[in-house]
């Protein structure tokens, strides 16, 4: 069994530069960021684009995964999307690297559709 911090790392590794480019279709300017967990931020037009990696260590105190999520606001913080495989479920966390790489596969690809429809 990987660690939640394990799995943080390496699906930043594996999946970061997808993430990063993925977003700079929305803005080129991609701000990246490591504090508890690994994120990614894109803003264009007040519209911002917050990519995470979320670890169910820093979110419920407990390691048992890790879940992609991507949140799309507007400025004043209105929610204007949100894509989070199973989130509010017993299946949000993950620590099968195979479920992670389908889940971040899908959040990337309905965040490439959400960008296309920006523009």
């Given at each position: ?20 480019e ?15 967990e ?5 803003v ?33 913080g ?42």
């Amino acid at each position: 069994m990987h660690t939640t911090a394990v799995l943080a790392r390496w699906a930043k590794r594996k999946f970061g530069p997808q993430i990063f480019e993925t977003l700079r279709a929305f803005d080129p300017r991609v701000f990246a960021f490591t504090d508890d967990e690994y994120s990614w931020w894109a803003v264009r037009d007040g519209v911002g684009v917050q990519f995470r990696i979320t670890e169910s260590t820093v979110n419920e105190g407990v390691d048992e995964g890790i879940n992609p999520d991507v949140v799309m606001t507007k400025d004043g913080g209105q929610i204007l999307g949100q894509i989070a495989p199973y989130n509010y479920t017993p299946r949000v966390w993950t620590n099968d690297p195979e479920e992670i790489k389908e889940r971040m596969e899908r959040v990337l690809a309905g965040l490439s559709d959400w960008i296309a429809e920006q523009k």
